[in-house]
């Protein structure tokens, strides 16, 4: 059974970079598109980000395009997400998920992600 365990989280200044990481154990990634999505406090959890199996399709929400970058490595079993120029409201706990109805395509609709980490939380302040 897929599971998947994020990491990376952590306090930065506005302007800072993080590098969000997800490794997975029970299944092979390059299954399945993956994804990164938020929830910040007193908002709905939107998807920022997704890729596809072989990585040469990605999407971006707006509000992180040009900032953030996901990335796979199929070989290591593991997603990641480098996020830069970091705002505060990009403040939140962000999740690793994946969309096992997906290859080839992906898109960020949260509701197709079925499988999910615990979350890891990114706080953007000075």
């Known amino acids: 059974q897929l599971q998947l365990v994020e990491s990376g989280g952590g306090l930065v200044q506005p302007g800072g970079s993080l590098r969000l990481s997800c490794a997975a154990s029970?299944?092979?990634?390059?299954?399945?598109?993956m994804g990164w999505l938020r929830q910040a406090p007193g908002k709905e959890r939107e998807a920022v980000s997704c890729i596809v199996s072989n990585g040469l399709i990605t999407n971006y929400a707006d509000s992180v395009r040009g900032r953030f970058t996901i990335s796979r490595d199929n070989a290591k079993n593991t997603v990641d997400l480098h996020m830069n120029n970091l705002k505060p409201e990009d403040t939140g706990v962000y999740y690793c998920?994946?969309?096992?109805?997906?290859?080839?395509?992906?898109?960020?609709?949260?509701?197709?992600?079925?499988?999910w980490g615990q979350g890891t939380q990114v706080t953007v302040s000075s």
């Open positions: 998920a994946s969309d096992t109805g997906r290859r080839l395509t992906c898109n960020l609709n949260e509701d197709e992600f079925d499988v």
């Open positions: 029970g299944a092979d990634l390059d299954l399945y598109a």
